[in-house]
Structure formats: C-alpha cells, structure tokens
C-alpha cells in the first residue's frame, strides 16, 4: 500500500507493495525504468511478457500498468482489454510506443497516458507519483 509522508513541506510517496507493473519485450528498457523508479522510492514489478504480466497482476492487483504497445504474444490495447475483461482492472494504464504512427486512433480513449520511446524517466516518474497520488474512482 501507499501512504504519503511530508518533509520540508513536500509531500512523498512511500509504497511497501509494487503497486506498479511494466511490461516491455525490451529487457534494458525495464531495468532502467525499475532503477530510476527505486532510487524515487517507488516499488516496481517488471517482465519481458504480456502473459507473465497477467499472471503476476492475478497475485498482486496493480493500480498501474504500464505497457509497451507491441509485444510478442499480446498488443498493449489487447493486455488492457484483458484485464478489464477478466480482473475489472480499473487502475491507470500508461501505453508506451516507439512509433505513434502506428498507434490506431480509436483506441487512445482508453488509455490515461501515450509515451513516446526513447522514454523520458524523469517525465515518467512524475507520470506515475501523480497517478498515485490520484488513484481512480
């Protein structure tokens, strides 16, 4: 769980779970995404599989998922359909993409934020602090 702590006036986040899950086919990639996110003092869970990704997310419901949108096995929109299909996943979901050109339009709508390869972690973290901090209803 997440709860918030204050020091000089600043809040922080300090979470004991993972409460966040990546999932990318690019091993480099989720190694640097869960070293920045630890040195914020955020819990990251991460695999290479969208598969292995609904298999760790049955065990620990996430409140964000963050995926690449083409993967091996399972697109990014195919993954967020599937768990809301079938875990009424209703956290935030960050889809990531190396070409947004390829991204179909009509799917935008259902996801709470599109970033752009090469990742900017600094932006990313802020992403993610501030969607804990604001969870969904």
Request: charged content about 25%; hydrophobic content about 40%; glycine content about 4%.
């Amino acid at each position: 769980y997440t709860s918030l702590c204050s020091k000089n006036n600043k809040r922080y986040l300090v979470a004991s779970l993972p409460q966040i899950l990546y999932i990318d086919d690019e091993f480099d990639l989720l190694d640097l995404a869960q070293s920045f996110c630890r040195e914020e003092g955020l819990q990251v869970d991460v695999t290479d599989c969208a598969l292995k990704g609904l298999e760790l997310f049955k065990n620990n419901h996430y409140k964000i998922i963050i995926s690449d949108a083409r993967m091996p096995q399972m697109s990014g929109y195919d993954l967020l359909l599937t768990l809301k299909k079938d875990f009424n996943f209703q956290g935030h979901f960050i889809l990531v993409t190396g070409d947004d050109g390829l991204l179909d339009k009509s799917q935008l709508q259902h996801y709470d934020l599109v970033l752009q390869k090469p990742l900017s972690f600094v932006k990313l973290i802020d992403d993610l602090k501030e969607m804990l901090l604001n969870p969904k209803k």
